[in-house]
């Protein structure tokens, strides 16, 4: 089957670092990509993993572990308009395969 | 450069009537993907079109049919729709399947609302 975890809730203080888990169980695996989605508005892209390790971005980098089925988001230096739901999702074959999103609420 | 465009972006139709979504990718991306998003929970897969062919289907009933055009744009039908068809409608679009980059190059268009009545 295909099951994809993720927390449905967090929240953090301005200026913290917070880190989003998901583990997944997919028939296949072709990357895994996390979006950040606000209320009301499409998913905008954030990262893309295919290889075991840690990808850098600004303040946002993630994590993969194929062997362990494991990804994480993190998240440094929040601001506000961090507040906003974030998507991890697997690209099994031609598709993607989401999960339901950890909506993070950042506060002052 | 113009993202991933679809129309219309807000629409509201009766029971049983049919809808057609249209989506425009990023120039010289030739994959098109459809996702049904109910509100609280992530996108679920519909369909993928590359050169105008079908890739991959979801599990999504009948009523729902697609079409990728020469120009790589593509329409997303549903017939008879039911009020649980109510959802945010999104269209992804990539580089072609199998290309060194085509993995990290998939972006959404602004989506198209759904209301049924």
């Known amino acids: 089957g295909q099951n994809i975890d993720q927390p449905t809730e967090m929240t953090a203080t301005e200026g913290a670092i917070v880190q989003i888990n998901c583990t997944y169980q997919t028939s296949g695996f072709n990357g895994l990509f996390w979006y950040q989605q606000h209320a009301g508005e499409a998913p905008t892209f954030l990262s893309y993993n295919v290889l075991d390790g840690l990808e850098e971005k600004g303040r946002f980098s993630s994590f993969l572990s194929r062997s362990k089925g494991y990804s994480y988001l993190l998240l440094k230096e929040l601001q506000m308009k961090d507040s906003a739901s974030y998507l991890c999702?697997?690209?099994?074959?031609?598709?993607?395969?989401f999960g339901t999103g950890t909506r993070l609420q950042v506060f002052p | 450069d113009a993202g991933v465009t679809q129309s219309p972006t807000h629409l509201i139709k009766t029971r049983g009537q049919h809808v057609t979504l249209r989506c425009s990718p990023i120039?010289?991306?030739?994959?098109v993907s459809w996702y049904q998003q109910v509100l609280g929970q992530g996108p679920q897969f519909i369909f993928q079109y590359y050169e105008k062919e079908e890739r991959g289907r979801g599990n999504f009933p009948d009523r729902f049919s697609a079409r990728q055009f020469p120009n790589y744009s593509s329409e997303l039908n549903v017939n008879a729709l039911l009020l649980g068809d109510s959802a945010l409608y999104l269209c992804a679009s990539s580089y072609p399947p199998g290309r060194p980059s085509s993995g990290n190059t998939i972006y959404f268009g602004e989506g198209s609302w759904l209301t049924v009545v």
């Open positions: 999702a697997v690209k099994d074959t031609d598709k993607l395969i």
């Open positions: 120039s010289g991306h030739k994959s």
